[in-house]
């Protein structure tokens, strides 16, 4: 039973370039969720998704950053026009259910460098 | 938003010594989580306890919702418990990470 798929692991792009980061759920998991954590800190929510549909982007920045979760095919989180400050490791989540049955299933992680 | 802190911020042991750690949250919530993400930055779920206690090995959690926290035992610490501990609660729209205490156990 393979867990939350992320790729790549590590990204690295110069400042102006986009960055697409990839996420398959669990099987049977329905729910996405994107974090991000910046070095030396916790996980900050940036946007809850099920298929085709954004249900919170409450933790998107408001420019350059978009999530979409298509009928078919990974989750992805792109980034137009990288700066140094996006900088971070970009955490997917995955889980089964919402309310009282929603545990969270993380993947590995991909660690975006910008130069 | 909910505030979630995490106590001790920073902790030291010597191999084989106990230790508790602490979550405390704002408001109600529907769901909490403890991971611990390893030296390696990886993840890793080990309670999902939204109330009430579990063990799983040398660890364990206790839940009290109603009085809005959240504790994690490790007992018998090992050099691979080394790493940050997260705990993450949901109130219901989504979940929120404290800031971690990060943990390193020396031989």
């Known amino acids: 039973n393979a867990g939350v798929m992320q790729n790549p692991r590590h990204l690295v792009r110069r400042r102006g370039q986009e960055a697409r980061l990839r996420c398959s759920p669990m099987?049977?998991?329905?729910?996405v969720y994107w974090y991000r954590q910046l070095p030396e800190e916790g996980l900050k929510f940036m946007v809850y998704?099920?298929?085709?549909?954004?249900?919170?982007e409450s933790g998107m920045p408001k420019e350059r950053f978009s999530a979409e979760f298509p009928k078919e095919g990974p989750s992805i989180l792109r980034i137009q026009q990288v700066v140094r400050g996006d900088s971070a490791a970009y955490f997917c989540?995955?889980?089964?259910?919402?309310?009282?049955?929603?545990?969270?299933?993380f993947g590995e992680g991909s660690r975006l460098t910008v130069l | 938003g909910i505030q979630v802190e995490q106590s001790p911020p920073d902790l030291i042991l010597q191999e084989g010594a106990n230790s508790t750690l602490r979550c405390n949250f704002s408001?109600?919530?529907?769901?909490l989580q403890w991971f611990h993400q390893n030296p390696w930055g990886q993840l890793i779920n080990l309670f999902y306890?939204?109330?009430g206690t579990k063990q799983n090995g040398r660890l364990s959690a206790t839940t009290v919702a109603t009085e809005r926290y959240s504790l994690l035992y490790i007992s018998s610490s090992q050099t691979t418990d080394s790493g940050v501990y997260f705990c993450?609660?949901?109130?219901?729209?989504?979940?929120?990470f404290g800031t971690g205490t990060s943990l390193t156990v020396i031989p």
């Open positions: 989540a995955s889980s089964p259910l919402r309310g009282r049955s929603g545990e969270l299933f």
């Open positions: 099987k049977g998991h329905s729910h």
């Open positions: 998704l099920q298929k085709e549909n954004i249900i919170d």
């Open positions: 408001d109600s919530v529907n769901n």
């Open positions: 306890i939204p109330s």
């Open positions: 993450a609660v949901d109130p219901g729209n989504q979940f929120y």
